[in-house]
Structure formats: C-alpha cells, structure tokens
C-alpha cells in the first residue's frame, strides 16, 4: 500500500501543484506526508485532487499512514461542553 506522497509522486504531482488542485497548505501536505495530525475535510480534498489526476477514485484506505483524523478535542486533552461541570452548585440546584 503507498504511502500519500508515494501516490502523489506516482502520478507526477508536485506538492505546489497539488496545493493549487487541492487548496490545502504546503505545509499540510508536508505534515500529513509525514505522519502528522490533519483534519478530515484537507483529506478530502488532497484525495479529490489526485483522484482527478489519476482519473480514478482514490480512497484514504488505500494510503498507508492516513489512520484518524486530527481531533482538537481530543489531540489537545479537552474536555467537551458536556463535560464542564456548571457553575454555582450541584445539579439538584439547577433543577
């Protein structure tokens, strides 16, 4: 299975033109080449891209190293709003 930047390179497809088809960062490119965080909609379009360049549909299960997006709430240690417990008292008081 390739790699993103095997796949990209297979197809001729420089990292600045694939800034260009894509509309993502260089340096996103270069970090999610190298195992970096990303989000899922820089995924989408870098697959989209190269999709179109290849003339078929490539998918993220086909590139070795795209495992789970990044995820703010969880890469960085925070806690969801729901979990944020209220201020001025207990629940009972809320009711």
Same mark, same amino acid.
């Given at each position: /299975?390739?790699? *993103?930047?095997? #796949?990209?390179?297979?197809?001729?497809?420089?990292?600045?033109? #694939?800034?260009? #088809?894509? =509309?993502?960062?260089?340096?996103? @490119? @270069?970090? /999610?080449?190298? =195992?970096?965080?990303? *989000?899922?909609?820089?995924?989408?379009? @870098? %697959?989209?891209? @190269?999709?179109?360049?290849?003339?078929?549909?490539?998918?993220?299960?086909? !590139?070795? =190293? %795209?495992?789970?997006?990044?995820?703010? /709430?969880?890469?960085?240690?925070?806690?969801?709003?729901?979990? !944020?417990? /209220?201020?001025?008292?207990?629940?009972?008081?809320?009711?």
């Amino acid at each position: /299975m390739p790699t *993103l930047r095997q #796949l990209r390179e297979k197809h001729y497809i420089s990292r600045k033109k #694939l800034v260009l #088809l894509s =509309g993502v960062s260089e340096s996103t @490119i @270069i970090r /999610m080449e190298r =195992g970096g965080h990303y *989000l899922e909609e820089n995924v989408e379009k @870098i %697959l989209a891209a @190269i999709s179109k360049v290849a003339g078929q549909e490539i998918t993220r299960d086909s !590139i070795e =190293g %795209l495992n789970e997006p990044y995820n703010p /709430m969880r890469d960085r240690g925070q806690s969801s709003k729901e979990n !944020i417990p /209220m201020q001025g008292g207990s629940e009972e008081s809320a009711a």
